[in-house]
Nanobody, 113 residues
Framework: VQLVESGGGLVQPGGSLRLSCAAS????????MMWYRQAPGKERELVAA????????NYADSVKGRFTISRDNAKNTVYLQMNSLKPEDTGVYYC???????WGQGTQVTVSS
């Protein structure tokens, strides 16, 4: 049972990145999935959540209108499309299956000129 994130990197302010989280070992299509992030020196915070069928999505106020969470249940993958990135979006981004108390290893996102 695991989650593996990918897609992080260094991007300039105003740029975009797409994070992916590949799930294995459980029935992905039946679980709500979430993205969290942790900035240096700060607590981990919830960024976005998506219901098992993708019909319900929620976002932190700080990313509304810029980030989009989506999922492909056929590929057991959840995504986070991040647009109009700001330096304050810098941090390690984690995928989570809350009902399983399962975290991925994280992927670093750095927004800097």
């Amino acid at each position: 049972v695991q989650l593996v994130e990918s897609g992080g990197g260094l991007v300039q302010p105003g740029g975009s990145l797409r994070l992916s989280c590949a799930a294995s070992g459980f029935t992905f299509s039946t679980y709500t999935m979430m993205w969290y992030r942790q900035a240096p020196g700060k607590e981990r915070e919830l960024v976005a959540a998506i219901s098992s069928d993708g019909g319900s999505r929620n976002y932190a106020d700080s990313v509304k209108g810029r980030f989009t969470i989506s999922r492909d249940n056929a590929k057991n993958t959840v995504y986070l499309q991040m647009n109009s990135l700001k330096p304050e979006d810098t941090g390690v981004y984690y995928c989570r299956a809350p009902s399983l108390r399962l975290w991925g290893q994280g992927t670093q996102v750095t927004v800097s000129s």
